[in-house]
Each structure stands twice: as structure tokens, then as C-alpha cells.
């Protein structure tokens, strides 16, 4: 069984960087999937962050692109979020996923979540 | 850019059938793909490649896709069916873009 887990600080500085790691058992990152993250603000919708593959191969929300930075540790099989100059409109909850990219899938398994607030 | 439109809300009798629509330019050639949310919970993949139900979701959740409209039904809704659904499709240049969401409220 697939489980996702997310970590990291839940408070964060304007203008900072928020960075968070996300721990994968029961599968290995090495594998024909893409890992990513996808965001919620509080009382709004989704939005997909970006994904990566293990071989380097990433896409990421054009919206986001210029501050975000996903990376894949196949050796701890862990993956990490790096988004710089953050803002309020940044707080949300964080949650990992793993996306089927074949066909253009679905993401079928998701982290519980973790809550950023970026505030003084 | 591409935009999935969803009505905000959705309200349906227990035991009736619920149908909720995500509307795109040509979503028809699309594969969609949608999410359960339960309030303080992660989404759920209830749907996936337009009719697939991954396994533990009951068959009463089916999902269609044609033209500009996909749509999920859930058939004879029941109050644990309350919760927030999502669609969700990939679209070159955009890349994965989701639907606003759609509150179901079992009355």
C-alpha cells in the first residue's frame, strides 16, 4: 500500500522560501510514475503545483514555474517542494501526490496534507 | 488557456441520483478524471479516465464524457456521499488544471 506523507515547517516568512518533504512507502519513487504536489488554499479549490520523474522529466503550473523547484531523493524515496518569495496568497495546505502520467492519469494516491502559513 | 467550469452546488435527495457536470472546450477528447473531499480530508480518485472507478469505490459512482461536458453521477446518493468533487484534466500547455470544485448536499 502506497502512503504519502508530508513534512516541513508550518509557518513561513513573506519572502522566504517554503520548503517541504514528502516521505513514500510502500513504493519506490524509481518507478513509471511522477511525483508532485498540489496546493489548497483555505476555502478554495485545488491547484496542481508541478511533478517530476525520477529520470529528471518534470512539468510544472506555468503559474508557479519561476518559483518552484520539485526534487527526488530515490535513495531516501522522498521527494521535496522549494517555493521561493512567498506571499499570503502562498498559505495553503500542502499535499503530496503521485500522478499516472501514462495517458495523462489521475493522481491516485495523496499525502493527508500539511498546513503553510506564511505570515510575519 | 483551457478552464474547467463546475456548478458551485448540488443538491440531491438520499436515494435519488446526483449528477454533477465539468464543462471544457472539447473535454470530450479529454481524459477526465474526479475527486471525493471530505471537509479537514484528502481527495479522494473516485473516477478516473472518464468511466473507471478505482477499486473500493462503489459502482454507485460512474463517471461520462462527451462533446464540452463530462459529468459524474452517483447514484442512490446517501448522506456519506456529502462532500466536495472535483474534475481534473491535462491540457498541453497548461498542464493539470482542475475544476472549481462542486458541493454536494444530501437534503
Known amino acids: 500500500q502506497v502512503q504519502l506523507q508530508e513534512s516541513g515547517p508550518g509557518l513561513v516568512k513573506p519572502s522566504e522560501t517554503l520548503s517541504l518533504t514528502c516521505s513514500v512507502s510502500?513504493?519506490?519513487?524509481?518507478?513509471?510514475?511522477?511525483w508532485g504536489w498540489v496546493r489548497q488554499p483555505p476555502g478554495r479549490g485545488l491547484e496542481w503545483i508541478g511533478s517530476?520523474?525520477?529520470?529528471?522529466?518534470?512539468h510544472y503550473n506555468p503559474s508557479l514555474k519561476s518559483r518552484v523547484t520539485i526534487s527526488l531523493d530515490t535513495s531516501q524515496n522522498e521527494f521535496s517542494l522549494n517555493l521561493t518569495s512567498v506571499t499570503a496568497a502562498d498559505t495553503a495546505v500542502y499535499h503530496c501526490?503521485?500522478?499516472?502520467?501514462?495517458?495523462?492519469?489521475?493522481?491516485?494516491?495523496w499525502g493527508q496534507g500539511t498546513l503553510v502559513t506564511v505570515s510575519p | 488557456s483551457y478552464v474547467l467550469t463546475q456548478p458551485p452546488s448540488v443538491s440531491v435527495a438520499p436515494g435519488q441520483t446526483a449528477r454533477i457536470t465539468c464543462g471544457g472546450n472539447?473535454?470530450?477528447?479529454?481524459?477526465v478524471h474526479w475527486y471525493q473531499q471530505e471537509p479537514g480530508q484528502a481527495p479522494v480518485l473516485v473516477v478516473y479516465?472518464?468511466?473507471d472507478r478505482p477499486s473500493g469505490i462503489p459502482e454507485r459512482f460512474s463517471g461520462s464524457n462527451s462533446g464540452n461536458t463530462a459529468t459524474l453521477t452517483i447514484s442512490r446518493v446517501e448522506a456519506g456521499d456529502e462532500a466536495d468533487y472535483y474534475c481534473?484534466?491535462?491540457?498541453?500547455?497548461?498542464?493539470?488544471?482542475f475544476g472549481g470544485g462542486t458541493k454536494l448536499t444530501v437534503l
Open positions: 501526490v503521485r500522478w499516472r502520467y501514462s495517458g495523462y492519469g489521475p493522481f491516485d494516491n
Open positions: 510502500g513504493y519506490s519513487l524509481s518507478s513509471n510514475y511522477y
Open positions: 517530476m520523474f525520477h529520470r529528471g522529466h518534470s
Open positions: 472539447n473535454i470530450g477528447y479529454k481524459s
Open positions: 479516465d472518464d468511466t
Open positions: 481534473q484534466v491535462w491540457h498541453d500547455g497548461s498542464g493539470l488544471l
